[in-house]
């Protein structure tokens, strides 16, 4: 058994569940190390297995030594006999994941088979996830990698924006920039929004066209052996106007405010608060809607959630974002964003590119 498989299995003895049927792909990918698009995985304390269909079968036997590959027919017959011949009883399903039409479709055809009498299907959410927020040592040199190509994107793309040039330009040029410094893919729809578009804070790139001194935010992440990047830099072409300084530094102090003194043992709260109230004391609080980060791994979004109302405890080994922005109607927005590492003593920056 693999050590994330042997994670699971403890979480499944403290739900008193038998076994868990994963179906979200970064939890299939970061429990059995399989990349394909389609499958389940089953972990019981004494089994692994990866059901896929035949398209994959023999990847996932190369990706996944530790468990056992089945291949997926047509209807639930793979399920059934897995459930029957394991004999787990209380078996777990991700309801952040599974759709009501899957759940019922199973549900049915075991209540149909004779041989499952007394099998239920329970509901979970967040086990995978909970494992995913620590990141080990082969997981942040993924994510490096997927920093480094944004990073150096940024770097290189940013002193070639003219005025004239479409968001949409601008956009395709970060792409291309990240896909030649070693990204797979992107790890989201890029957003590069001009003037008062900025004041969206996740504006898709149109044809607008750069003027001289306004902010264009830029948000763009990369895609590494699953791994992703997520950073947000605010520039402008030209000279910028007084407006800019003042916001810049505002939404700049509030970032490293943050940086400076989270702390493991924090709340994912008691960190939003640190930029949020550099923000309001500056009179903008109301110009900061969304939360200050995100955890960032497999998936651009995860845990540990780190805004408002977040209550749960940033520990070491948690990596995640810090992105305050303020934004305002008709003028535009300013968002900077950076990925850090929480360490005993501290963050550490994961991503270089200059502010
Ligand atoms: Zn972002
Ligand atoms: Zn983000």
Redesign the pocket.
């Known amino acids: 058994m693999n050590e994330r498989a042997a994670q699971m299995a403890a979480q499944l003895s403290e739900r008193e569940l038998d076994a868990i049927l994963i179906s979200t792909p970064e939890n299939r990918r970061y429990l059995s190390g399989f990349t394909g698009s389609s499958g389940y995985l089953l972990v019981t304390p004494q089994r692994q297995i990866l059901f896929t269909d035949s398209r994959y079968t023999e990847q996932a036997g190369n990706q996944s030594p530790h468990f056992e590959v089945i291949q997926m027919k047509a209807g639930l017959g793979w399920l059934l006999d897995a459930l029957k011949e394991t004999g787990a009883r209380r078996v777990g399903f991700e309801s952040d994941n599974m759709t009501v039409a899957s759940y019922n479709r199973a549900l049915d055809a075991i209540k149909e088979d004779g041989d499952l009498s007394g099998t239920s299907l329970i509901a979970t959410s967040g086990i995978t996830d909970e494992l995913r927020v620590f990141k080990d040592k082969e997981e942040l040199a993924q994510l490096q990698k997927a920093i480094d190509a944004s990073d150096r994107a940024m770097e290189m793309v940013c002193p070639t924006i003219e005025a004239g040039m479409t968001e949409k330009e601008v956009a395709w040029r970060m792409e291309v920039a990240m896909r030649e410094f070693g990204t797979d893919n992107i790890s989201f729809d890029t957003i590069v929004a001009t003037g008062p578009n900025g004041a969206m804070a996740h504006h898709r790139p149109g044809d607008r066209v750069i003027q001289t001194g306004e902010p264009i935010v830029i948000d763009m992440g990369a895609q590494v052996d699953g791994y992703c990047s ?1 950073i947000t830099r605010t520039v402008v072409v030209g000279e910028p106007d007084e407006m800019f300084h003042k916001i810049y530094n505002i939404v700049l102090g509030a970032q490293l405010t943050a940086i400076h003194t989270v702390r493991p043992g924090l709340t994912g709260e008691e960190c939003d608060a640190l930029s949020r109230d550099v923000i309001s004391e500056a009179g903008y609080g109301d110009n900061f809607g969304h939360s200050l ?2 955890g960032v791994g497999l998936a651009v979004h995860e845990n540990p959630r780190v805004g408002p109302r977040a209550d749960n405890v940033l520990e070491r080994d948690m990596v995640f ?1 810090v ?1 305050p922005g303020i934004y305002l109607t008709g003028w535009g927005g300013v968002r900077i ?1 950076d990925i850090v590492i929480l360490g005993e003593d501290g963050a550490t920056v994961l991503s270089k590119a200059g502010k």
């Open positions: 997520d980060g995100h974002t992105e964003e």
